[in-house]
Nanobody, 132 residues
Framework: QVQLVESGGGSVQAGGSLRLSCAASGYTFSSYCLGWFRQAPGKEREGVGAISAGGTRVYYVDSVKGRFKISRDNAKNTLYLQMSSLQPEDSATYYC?????????????????????????WGQGIRVTVSS
């Protein structure tokens, strides 16, 4: 059974940092694009960033460029999201997801982040709260 499990969320003050992890099991982790998404209450889920199967291509939505960094460790079947200079508008439930349809390159939406519709395997989500 394919499973993604996020960890590392919590509460932080504005300007602070958090690192999210996403542990994968049950499938060929290293072959797929992996993405991070977030959804704030009352808003649509949006793509934050994605990383190609080999880790050579990384994409970010404009609003997090320079503040967030995505990485992956295929040997550990783990995806990471390092978040710095966090702002209250970054508060949301964060999800990791895998896209079996893409590997060498990842699909992107009009804002530059991963396209929600192209990701088929999802974690349960983890809450990040940034206070001002």
């Amino acid at each position: 059974q394919v499973q993604l499990v996020e960890s590392g969320g919590g509460s932080v003050q504005a300007g602070g940092s958090l690192r999210l992890s996403c542990a994968a099991s049950g499938y060929t982790f290293s072959s797929y694009c992996l993405g991070w998404f977030r959804q704030a209450p009352g808003k649509e889920r949006e793509g934050v960033g994605a990383i190609s199967a080999g880790g050579t291509r990384v994409y970010y939505v404009d609003s997090v460029k320079g503040r967030f960094k995505i990485s992956r460790d295929n040997a550990k079947n783990t995806l990471y999201l390092q978040m710095s200079s966090l702002q209250p508008e970054d508060s949301a439930t964060y999800y990791c997801a895998a896209s079996p349809r893409f590997g060498v390159t990842c699909s992107r939406d009009q804002r530059g982040g991963p396209l929600v519709a192209d990701y088929d395997i999802w974690g349960q989500g983890i809450r990040v709260t940034v206070s001002s």
